[in-house]
Every structure is written in structure tokens, then in C-alpha cells.
């Protein structure tokens, strides 16, 4: 395969509980990506770190190929960016996700929330904006805890012994529902 590697990125927090408690209906159910504010469009994020394992990309098809291998930043216990805030400095591929982004890009995972509010789909159960709790990601076997191995020690060469292929489609876990 010829193939390089890349990766991308993730967020945090969890206003908005309130609301949801309330039976208002909550801002991912009215709001357009474009119209969340900052705070809700990082709370958004699911904390899953899925889009932080490193892909490899075939330079002929350009079909993107999933690894285990998570992005030098990459907490694999927590799934969070160990330098959120000065990340890009750090790993310069990293997207900053934004609602552009979101509509183009084509390899988010089927869990992502952005991807699932870009697609029409409202969050599952175990998303910690529904759940109130940031471990229901964990326990519900949608995050990269326990899968991920840190980038440390392995070069390009050893990547095709890394693939994976559940972050991508058609991969959900039984208690994911
Ligand atoms: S720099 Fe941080 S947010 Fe970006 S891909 Fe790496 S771990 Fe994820
Ligand atoms: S895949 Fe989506 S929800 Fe999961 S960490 Fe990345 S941006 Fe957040």
C-alpha cells in the first residue's frame, strides 16, 4: 500500500444537561452545526478519541485505512488531547474541526456526533450531553480506551500490523444502542 499517515481531532465539556432534564428540547436537537455557540460545539464532542488514531490513506484510491495507533497527543486512558489548547503547534495535521470541515470531510467515524448532527441523526443514549455522565462513551465501548496503543516506538513500516477496522462503518458495539 502507498499510504501516509495523518490525524485530527477531538474537544471537551457538558453544558446544556439542564435543558434536556426539562424536556426543553436541548441545542443539538434545534441547532444547525453552524448555529451552536462555542461552548456547545465543544461539548459536542464525545470524548471518544476515535478520530485521533492515526489513518493511512491509499494514494491511489485515497480509501483511508484505520489504525490502533493513537496520535502522539493522545491520552489511549482518558482518549483526551494531552494539549488541547496549543495542539496545532504540537501536530500541525490536526484538524480544527469546524462546520465546514464537518461537512467535508468524509473518514469521521459513524458514531461522531458532528457527523451524526450533520446527517440528520439525533445522539445515542450513551453521548455524556444525554447520559450526564463523560464515562457512558467509556462504557458503552465506543471510545478508543483499552484499543489504542500510544504512537511511541512504532514507525511507518510497522503501521499495516496496526490496522483496525472498528472506528469505521458498520462497526457498533451490542451495548452501544
Ligand atoms: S493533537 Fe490532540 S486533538 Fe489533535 S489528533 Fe492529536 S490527540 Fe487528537
Ligand atoms: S470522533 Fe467526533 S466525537 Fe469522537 S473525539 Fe473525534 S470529534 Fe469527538
Known amino acids: 500500500m502507498n499510504a501516509f499517515y495523518f490525524t485530527s481531532l477531538q474537544s471537551a465539556a457538558y453544558p446544556d444537561r439542564q435543558s ?6 436541548p ?3 434545534t441547532k444547525t452545526l453552524e448555529e451552536m455557540s462555542d461552548t456547545e460545539w465543544e461539548s459536542l464532542c464525545d ?3 476515535r478520530c485521533c488514531l492515526n489513518k ?13 495507533i493513537g496520535c502522539e497527543l493522545l491520552d489511549c486512558e482518558t482518549c483526551r488531547c494531552r494539549d488541547y489548547a496549543n495542539r496545532q503547534d504540537i501536530v500541525p495535521d490536526c484538524i480544527r474541526l469546524t462546520p465546514e470541515q464537518v461537512r467535508t470531510i468524509t ?5 461522531c456526533a458532528y457527523r451524526r448532527i450533520r446527517d440528520g441523526q ?6 455524556p450531553l444525554v447520559s450526564g455522565d463523560p464515562q457512558s462513551v467509556h462504557r458503552a465501548g465506543i471510545s478508543v480506551r483499552g484499543r489504542a496503543v500510544p504512537d511511541t516506538g512504532i514507525t511507518p ?3 499495516e500490523d496496526h490496522l483496525v477496522d472498528w472506528p469505521d462503518e458498520g462497526w457498533e458495539p451490542e451495548n452501544s444502542k
Open 47 to 49: 470524548g471518544c478519541g
Open 107 to 111: 473518514w469521521l467515524p459513524p458514531t
Open 56 to 68: 493511512l490513506e491509499d494514494w491511489e484510491t485515497g480509501e483511508i485505512y484505520w489504525t490502533d
Open 27 to 29: 441545542f443539538w436537537e
Open 157 to 159: 513500516e510497522n503501521y
Open 20 to 25: 434536556y432534564k426539562m424536556k426543553k428540547k
Open 122 to 127: 439525533g445522539l445515542h443514549p450513551w453521548h
